[in-house]
Structures are given as structure tokens and as C-alpha cells.
């Protein structure tokens, strides 16, 4: 099922209204890449699949896009290694045509989360044809064994 960009605008707007997502994180940038390079909207297809996708993760992916969510949890943990909180760290990129470009105008923070955000969704543009909608909504207590290991 396909979102409207308004539909879209209004769940962004209740999150940011319920205090869920603070204005100008990374999240809405992370949303705004993976809509470049996918079509998709990164909340409804991806923030609760498989067993990486979304907060927290364990176990191991259960295919290749999860294996991205795996991948982008692991540059998230390197970036706050670095004293920096990628969650919600705002940063500035342009896209043109599917490519990202992290702007090296910015604090070593905001370009290393850039940086993570623009592997994911490049990798989740890649993994686009062995995306499985019955690993959306993952129930995540299906995933067994050990947390994140990097």
C-alpha cells in the first residue's frame, strides 16, 4: 500500500506533535533519502522490519534489507562511540537523481550520521527486489540470539 505525501505529512506531524520525533532530527532526513532512492516512505515500510529495522535488534537478518537495518545500527553505535547522538543530529544533504550528497559543511557529527543514513538507503535501493512484505511488521520476538553484534 502506497502512502500519499499528504497522508505521509500528517502522520510526520502527529509524531512530531505526540513529541516522538523532535523537530529537525535525522529521522526526517533519513525519511527524506530513503524516499529519494526507494519511492518508499521509510516509517511505514521500513521502521518495524525484520529483526534490525527500527529501534533495537537481535538475532540475525532475516534477508538482505534487514542485513542493511543491521548495517546502519552499526554505524549509528560508531557515531555515538564518537560522543554524538545520530538520532537526533540534524544534518544538511542534497539529492539529485537517486544520489546523495552529505554536505562537508557541517560538524563531524552531523556528516558521519549523514553518512550512515545515505548507506542505508543506498543499500535499501539495492535490496529493493528481494523486499519481503511479510517481514514488515515483524513480530520481533522471532528474533532469537545474541543483540547487535558489529
Known amino acids: 500500500m502506497q ?79 564518537g560522543k554524538c547522538s545520530p538520532l537526533i543530529t540534524p544534518y544538511t544533504f542534497a539529492t539529485d537523481d537517486g544520489h546523495i550528497t552529505c554536505s562537508n559543511k557541517q560538524s563531524w557529527c552531523e556528516r558521519e550520521t549523514c553518512l550512515c543514513d545515505k548507506a542505508v538507503a543506498l543499500c535499501f535501493a539495492s535490496t529493493l527486489p528481494s523486499y519481503s512484505h511479510s517481514y514488515r511488521f515483524y513480530f520481533k520476538l522471532k528474533c532469537q540470539g545474541d543483540k547487535l553484534q558489529c
Open 3 to 81: 502512502s500519499s505525501p499528504r497522508m505521509r505529512n500528517l502522520l510526520l506531524a502527529v509524531l512530531l506533535a505526540c513529541g516522538l520525533l523532535p523537530a529537525g532530527t535525522s529521522i526526517l532526513e533519513l525519511e527524506r533519502m530513503i524516499r529519494s532512492t526507494t519511492g518508499k516512505s521509510a516509517l511505514l515500510s521500513y521502521s518495524w522490519y525484520g529483526c534490525f529495522c527500527g529501534i533495537g535488534g537481535r538475532g540475525t537478518p532475516v534477508d538482505p534489507t534487514d542485513r542493511c537495518c543491521q548495517a546502519h545500527d552499526c554505524c549509528y553505535r560508531r557515531v555515538r562511540e
